[in-house]
């Protein structure tokens, strides 16, 4: 049974208090994902660099940081990103001509990088690029906002990535966001995923432990 990891999207947390809402599902996530939107790459603004910084200084947070680029373009982001501590960060196919360089940017620094697709954007895009990613995350809906509805056509590209990385012996993990829930965690990890990133479903429920749990168990049906 492979491991599959939670990682709840701030982006639906409460932005008044973050803080509050991480301590809600404390036990229950492996991880803390986090949207960075520039206004340009796609149309909304979210969270930056300060908020990174102020979840790794503060002493009660320790759970790994995946930091999500929707910038354009990327490299002109990076390097305020790579001095905070971030565990992951990964940036979008579409927003530069030169992944490959962004990259390899990220992993010297000791950060493990990773690349995004959009829904649109064919999964064997990425495929020149898979000896050096520690991470593709697939879009299952078009970025930029939360609580959009699950494009179910996605689950084919996360098939793809997972029987590449297995005949080829890669590595890297298989995310996937947008519009993830109870009705189609099953099918995400079924497909290859191995990190589930839940906004909505998570802290727009009354007990987001509760939420996380119930996801969980859903997921270890699957290995049943």
């Known amino acids: ?12 947390a409460n932005p008044l208090d973050i803080a509050g809402d991480i301590e809600k599902i404390k036990g229950q996530c492996d991880w803390l994902h986090i949207d960075v939107m520039d206004g340009h790459f796609v ?27 929707m910038v354009e373009p990327p490299e002109c982001f990076i390097d305020l990103f790579l001095p905070l501590g971030v ?12 992944s490959h360089r ?6 010297d620094s000791g950060v493990k990088c990773g ?3 959009n829904p649109g954007t064919p999964v064997e895009c990425v495929a020149p690029l898979l ?17 959009q509805k699950f494009i179910p056509q996605v689950l084919e590209k996360a098939g793809w990535l997972y029987r590449e990385r297995a005949v080829k012996n890669f590595n890297f993990l298989i995310e996937m966001d947008g519009g993830l ?14 990190v589930i990133v839940a ?12 939420a996380l749990k119930t996801m969980r168990d859903k997921i270890m049906e699957v290995f049943q």
Not at 131 to 147: A, I, K, Q, R
Not at 181 to 194: F, K, M, P, T
Request: glycine share 8%; net charge negative.
């Open 87 to 98: 565990d992951y960060l990964t940036i979008q196919i579409e927003a530069t001509p030169h």
């Open 131 to 147: 000896p050096f990613l520690d991470m593709v995350l697939v879009m299952s809906v078009n970025p930029g906002f939360g609580g």
């Open 43 to 69: 149309p909304n603004l979210a969270y930056g660099p300060n908020l990174v910084a102020a979840l790794r200084s503060d002493e009660n947070i320790s759970l790994p940081i995946d930091v999500h680029l």
């Open 199 to 210: 906004g909505n479903a998570v802290f727009g429920h009354s007990d987001p432990a509760f």
């Open 102 to 107: 962004v990259l390899q940017r990220i992993r």
């Open 1 to 12: 049974m492979r491991k599959v990891i939670l990682a709840p999207s701030l982006l639906s």
């Open 181 to 194: 829930g109870l009705e189609n965690v099953q099918a995400a990890v079924r497909y290859g995923c191995d």
């Open 115 to 117: 690349i995004a697709l």
